[in-house]
Structure formats: C-alpha cells, structure tokens
C-alpha cells in the first residue's frame, strides 16, 4: 500500500510539479490506523512523532527552498506507517538516491552544471556568512525543479529490501 502511495505522488510530482494533500491525507489516515492496530493506544504517540521527525529535521532545506514542502509531507506520510529506524533508513537512502540521479542529470546537461556551480556558490556563501536566505532558483514555464518524490520512492523501496544490519556498533 506505501508503494502505491508513494508511485501516485512520484507520478503527481512528475506531471505536475506538486503532490496533492488529499493523497498525503489518505496516507496519514492509513498510518495511524496502521499505528494504533499495532501498538493499541501507543500508536497515536509513534503516529505524532513520527510524522514530526521529518519537519523538524528537514525544515531548515525547507527554508532555503532546496526541498519542497510535499517531500517533507511525503517523508511524513512514510513515517506514520512505518517505525521511526525504517523511516529514518528511508530518508537516508532517498538522499543517496536523489544523489545518484543528481549526478546522472549533471553529467547529461551542461546547463544544470552551470546551476550546480550557483548552489555551490550559494552554499558557502550561507556557511561563511550565517545568513539563510531563500535560494534564488529561476523556473522555467513547463519544466518543473526535480522531482524528489521519485529518489523517495526508489530510497524506500531500497531502504525496506535492503536494510542496514548492526553488529557490535559496525555496519555490515
């Protein structure tokens, strides 16, 4: 069900740039049911912070305009139907994702190169100066900024097939 959920705000995003609120409500909806049947009464409290983690985690990318506000919903909808470590593993290997397909785009287009050398450039000016301003990206008409939900979809899918094992503290 998460898979359908996530495939249906992967292809929203694509087409039109945003992901609806009702699909995220829909998933919020199914999270907490999903939470209480699992955890009885405990499951509205893992239902309230996990949802929570995401925002406040991510609310500074947020603020600098380099992450979208449905992603951060869509990282929530994810954590109201799955335990804090898989959303977590989820958010980690979406990152990893969006990398990945960064790094294909870049190679394929000279202008987003150009782009990436304005972020850079934006980047360290907010490290040495402190001051976090909205990140100046120009929009063109018809062609929408990446599209995050689709490395959310691939990063959890990852995340959830693949998951990372601990042992005495190391990763294998």
């Not at 949802?51 to 990282?75: C, E, H, N, T, W």
Request: charged share 15%.
């Amino acid at each position: 069900m998460l898979f359908s959920l996530l495939t249906v705000a992967a292809v929203q995003d694509v087409e039109a740039g945003k992901i609806s609120n009702r699909l995220i409500v829909t998933g919020l909806m199914i999270g907490i049911v999903v939470q209480i049947t699992e955890y009885q009464v405990w499951g509205v409290y893992y239902f309230l912070r996990n949802i929570s983690v995401p925002v406040i985690l991510l609310y500074l990318l947020f603020q600098m305009r380099v992450l979208g506000a449905g992603d951060i919903k869509l990282f929530s909808m994810i954590g109201s139907i799955l335990t804090t470590g898989e959303l977590f593993r989820c958010m980690a290997y979406s990152f990893l994702a969006a990398g990945a397909t960064s790094v294909l785009f870049l190679a394929a287009d000279p202008e987003r190169r150009l782009k990436m050398r304005h972020a850079i450039g934006y980047l360290f000016h907010t490290l040495r100066t402190g001051e976090i301003k909205p990140y100046p990206f120009s929009h063109e008409p018809g062609r929408y900024p990446f599209a995050f939900s689709v490395p959310i979809l691939f990063g959890t899918a990852a995340a959830l097939q693949f998951p990372l094992s601990y042992w005495n503290g190391g990763v294998y």
